[in-house]
């Protein structure tokens, strides 16, 4: 089974701070990179869905996907509170497997 | 508004009896899944279903059942075979490859979920 590795966390930073999160993915077959972000009891909520080598931006949150090293990044800005929960990357292909990774444990401090 | 709805949100089974959980969506989503996840081990597939009346086991199916007879439902049962059946269950569901004029893969969008226990 391929495998898509994220650091469990938790991340701890200051309120206003730039946060970044990080996968790594091993099947290069698999050409489509999403991010989602799961609160306590809740369900993953899609944040960013992109296919291509480069940045997405969204608001505070921008992906960053380089295929020749296999990283994804999530990049947020001027993190909240709100943002504190579980961020889970995911690497999907043309058939309907996704792999999704463990998720990052992400704690914004007041 | 249109979304994936999950119930119940809290479930208890007793010994030897079987559970269904329940998934409807009103997103016009062809394909739907079932995912288990566990404290430290990410999501895992259970069964998923790309078009009504079929579907495929996932990684973990073993103790699992699932039945696809409309599009909007896809519930799923935990049998009495499966020995450890606590967990959090998650119900997700995107456009398949039957959705005309879709490009490419499409992202999976999820329930709220059902957190399963053991009396």
Redesign the interface.
């Known amino acids: 089974?391929k495998e898509v590795e994220q650091d469990?966390g938790p991340l701890s930073v200051p309120e206003g701070a730039i946060v970044s999160l990080n996968c790594t993915y091993s099947n290069s077959a698999f050409?489509?990179f999403?991010w989602?972000r799961q609160y306590s009891?809740?369900?993953?909520?899609?944040l960013m869905?992109t296919?291509s080598s480069g940045n997405k931006e969204d608001g505070r949150f921008t992906a960053q996907v380089d295929k020749s090293s296999k990283y994804i990044s999530l990049f947020i800005r001027d993190s909240q509170p709100s943002d504190s929960a579980t961020y889970?990357c995911a690497n999907?292909?043309?058939d309907?497997k996704?792999i999704?990774?463990?998720?990052t444990r992400l704690h914004i401090l007041p | 508004d249109g979304g994936i709805t999950q119930s119940p949100k809290y479930l208890f089974r007793k010994e030897g009896q079987n559970v269904t959980l329940s998934c409807e969506q009103n997103l016009n989503h062809d394909a739907m899944y079932w995912y288990r996840q566990d404290p430290g081990q990410g999501l895992r597939l259970i069964y998923y279903s790309q078009i009504v009346n079929d579907f495929q086991k996932g990684d973990i199916a073993e103790g699992y059942s699932v039945s696809r007879e409309k599009k909007e439902s896809f519930p799923l049962t935990v049998t009495s075979a499966q020995k450890n059946p606590t967990a959090f269950y998650l119900c997700a569901s995107r456009y398949g490859p039957q959705d005309r004029g879709r490009v490419g893969n499409q992202p999976q969008h999820f329930g709220d979920g059902t957190r399963l226990s053991i009396l």
Do not use: A
Request: charged share 25%; no cysteine; glycine share 20%.
């Open positions: 089974q469990p050409q489509y999403m989602y009891r809740k369900g993953p909520e899609l869905y296919y889970l999907g292909g043309r309907d996704i999704f990774g463990k998720g």
